[in-house]
């Protein structure tokens, strides 16, 4: 509110003018989702993104999580993946992502391309289970529960059982498999290249329903090995653990191209039992230095003193320290009162803002703009990100023929985590404190590889493709990628002389270096060749 004082000096009236005092930085943020902007009529869905990148600008709004991907089929021309139904299901001639870009920089709103990452379909009518119509979409590829040959990234209610629909009458991908999380970033990566987009934001980044895990084979084969679950740990945590890995090499390969890009995700309110219920531990995501913003999906009504209240200073007690920002998110359900008291109370406690589910309920744009958005406000900046103070390494790994290797380990040493690469040998490592480091990558069928001597700098992104030279030596038989003593006692078991076979498959086959069917003194010279050489 501005403010005058006057005086009367001679018969003249002076007076000073003021200006309104600045308003803190923070998020106002406003969900638009798939079915509220798109239509089939260029000239009606370019009036409709107009309409709301004005509607936000005049009620002092300043960002927009605008959804561009739901189920697998997109709203913007791309090289992979089939266009939306709710724009007509065909290219519209236009692109709509980078119309909605242009015109919410035009009216000086941060664009998030908000992107559904777990589902692969969604039946509407929900009823009905209706299945997509274009013959090209993901879902009959990898995701149709009738064909055994093309339901290899489908959950799976048990290992004979792929579940078709679940939650929300959504396909839900299955999370622990390599493929589709390879499939994922590589689509979240086209857009953050080829748009300028201010922040990613990701939703549907769980599991369906409640303690629902996926019995595909591939992912309780990853599960049961020890190379894919280093940690040994239950189905569950391995699950959830499964969705921060693909958090992980998602936010690492963004910040390798613009590493400006916010990356946020909305969230279950609760962040003590998703880590279970959807296998979505996004406090562990905020640990990893993998998230810039937070949106807890907080919407139900509650002021000071409160559950509302009392899980916002949780979300932001458990991220202090974490480079991430909180931004409680509410409902229009909620009704105007609610939402002003829980923007106050948001401001209170320090939360960076909050964000309003969603643009076609809201309809208390002159309360905002002459109440608690009077002022306007620009976005908070992200200090790790204008002064970082630790830095990302990324690499792919690959066989000696050049092509990727799906689940080696890699190591740098230093560091506890273990990284897997994936389909493609993408791999990361992100919060790394400054220094130098050594990689190594191991996997079963080749023999370990390191790098010495990577520098990571603040801020940096360093770049480490890791490539198998040699196949693994016969005698490696704990899988480690080498010869070491832990294989010495196997060897020595396995060694039978001239004339002592064994059929194929047979345990002592891995100390046959020399392939005749026998371990002999010729496998133990190899043996003794590559014992202790990392």
Known sequence: MRWFDAAVICGWVFVWCAPAAAQTPEFRAMWATRFEWPHASQDICQAAIDELMSDLADAHFNAVFFQIRGQADVLYPSPVEVWSPLIGGQDPGWDPLAYAIQAAHAHGIQ?????????????????????????????YAHCNAADPAARDWLLHDNLTAPAQFGESHYVWFAPGVPAC?????????????????????FDRIRTPGTNTVSWD?????RFLDPRTNPEGLDFSAWTADQITRSVRDMYAAIMALKPHVQVSAAVYPNPTTAPTAQHQDALGWAAAGAMDLLVPMMYYGGGAGTAWDTWLQYWLAATSGCETYIVPGHSTSQGVSSLVDQINLARLRGAAGNSVFSWSSFSFWTTYREGVYAVAAPVPALPWKANPTTGIIVGHVTAPDGLPVTDAQVHAAGCTHTALSSTDGFYSFVH???????????????????????????????ACPLAFVETTPAGDFNDNGWIDPGDLAPMLYCLGGPGYGFLPGHFCATGDGDADADVDLRDVALFQRYYGVP
């Open 181 to 201: 999380q390879a499939y994922t970033r590589q689509q979240v990566l086209y857009v953050v290249e080829h748009y300028d987009v201010d922040g990613v934001h």
């Open 217 to 221: 084979p591939i992912s309780r084969a």
């Open 432 to 462: 790394l404190p400054p220094g130098t480091y050594t990689l190594s990558a191991t996997h079963p069928d080749y023999r370990a590889v390191s790098l010495p001597d990577v520098v990571v700098a603040a801020g940096a992104v360093v």
């Open 111 to 139: 664009f998030h391309a908000y992107i559904n990452t777990h589902t692969c379909w969604q039946s509407v009518p929900a009823a009905a289970h209706t299945l997509p119509e274009n013959p090209n979409h993901t879902f």
